[in-house]
């Protein structure tokens, strides 16, 4: 009887997932509004991309961001890119807890991973950035990251011949601008996309692509555990902020998103970040302070940390031992094939 209901709820789980809104129209590409087209094909799972009407995607500007985006010299000193702390290698994250600046400097919260970055409604864990473009410019300004100036960083990359013929050829006649850089590493940055997991495959039709405990976790994930109420969505994450209570036990504990909008009710939360490419980018939370998925899953069956603005949807969840491992066997299953990337081995002089 156990084994019919289970095959019964796998063969309607496509249908539940489409009517969570996973695929949904509204979700994503935005070429109908007249926005600038996603000139490239995406991953199976998920949606083009929305393009900002100022920055239309090229092939040219995606190049230049590239190069960019791994270049040292963003840094005062010459010692930290992009990719220090987003390294492809690493899940486009650095597998730390806190990040490793300028002079050994360190930071207070943990590197997302850069892939399906453009689907953020908000970027960095407190939302400060409202775009790729903005989110670009905060590291470069940052003391303890690049070390440098908006002005400092365009009199700089202006003086190379090389990036002068590239931008001429990226963005036309003009000088080299701070604007203009971020432009161009946002434009690369929209291209690093993750998708065509096995969950991905297993919605496609090919029922074979999810084991039997990857099943059994996904139906508690949209069922009993409710994670979608947060984790929606192509990229599973609806982008609000929560308190998890993660941190705030802390005798300084950082306050999150209040810090950027000062309102009691937002302190102590952080960023909904996306499930995919979870095998990459531990450790989690915005601290690192979980180090493995089993060590999340436990937490969040606890009911994460209680305090006076841990969020209403967080609740202890009551799973057992073979729940939570048939949870953890789900998220794994959203990890797609990695993003690969040309890495420059010579930058422009």
């Known amino acids: 009887m156990k084994r019919q209901i289970f095959l019964i709820l796998s063969l309607l789980a496509p249908l539940i997932f489409f009517s969570h809104g996973l695929w949904a129209d509204d979700w994503g590409d935005d070429s109908s509004s007249g926005a600038p087209a996603y000139p490239y094909?995406?991953?199976l799972g998920l949606k083009k991309p929305k393009v900002p009407q100022n920055n239309p995607i090229t092939k040219e500007k995606v190049d230049l961001g590239r190069y960019l985006y791994f270049d040292k010299r963003l840094s005062r000193n010459n010692t930290i890119s992009c990719a220090t702390c987003h390294d492809p290698a690493k899940g486009w994250t650095d597998q730390s807890p806190v990040s490793t600046g300028i002079n050994g400097l360190k930071g207070t919260r943990s590197a997302p991973p850069v892939f399906n970055a453009t689907y953020n409604e908000l970027q960095f864990w407190d939302g400060r950035a409202l775009s790729l473009e903005e989110q670009a410019k905060g590291p470069i300004q940052n003391p303890v990251e690049m070390g440098f100036s908006l002005k400092g960083v365009e009199q700089k990359i202006g003086r190379i011949k090389g990036y002068q013929k590239m931008f001429k050829k990226a963005f036309g006649p003009g000088?080299?601008?701070a604007e203009r850089i971020v432009e161009a590493i946002a434009s690369f940055e929209r291209t690093i996309l993750s998708g065509d997991s096995n969950y991905d495959r297993?919605?496609?039709?090919?029922?074979?692509?999810?084991?039997?405990?990857?099943?059994?976790?996904m139906n508690l994930f949209f069922g009993r555990a409710h994670c979608d109420d947060c984790h929606t969505g192509p990229n599973f994450s609806d982008s609000r902020f929560h308190n998890l209570g993660v941190g705030m036990n802390a005798k300084h504990p950082?306050?999150?998103?209040?810090?950027?909008?000062?309102?009691?009710?937002d302190k102590g939360s952080f960023k909904t970040p996306g499930l995919r490419g979870l095998l990459y980018t531990?450790?989690?939370?915005?601290?690192?302070s979980e180090k493995t998925l089993e060590a999340v899953v436990d937490f969040y069956n606890k009911g994460g940390n209680l305090n006076p603005y841990l969020d209403k949807k967080i609740h202890p969840l009551g799973l057992n031992?073979?729940?939570k491992k048939d949870l953890v066997a789900f998220l794994k299953s959203l990890n797609g094939k990695p993003v690969r990337v040309n890495i420059p081995n010579k930058f422009p002089r």
Do not use: E, W
């Open 41 to 43: 094909p995406v991953p």
């Open 175 to 177: 000088p080299i601008t």
């Open 202 to 217: 297993f919605i496609a039709g090919n029922k074979k692509a999810l084991s039997l405990s990857a099943q059994r976790g």
């Open 254 to 265: 950082d306050l999150g998103r209040y810090l950027i909008t000062k309102k009691d009710k």
């Open 282 to 288: 531990h450790p989690y939370m915005h601290d690192g």
């Open 321 to 323: 031992s073979q729940q």
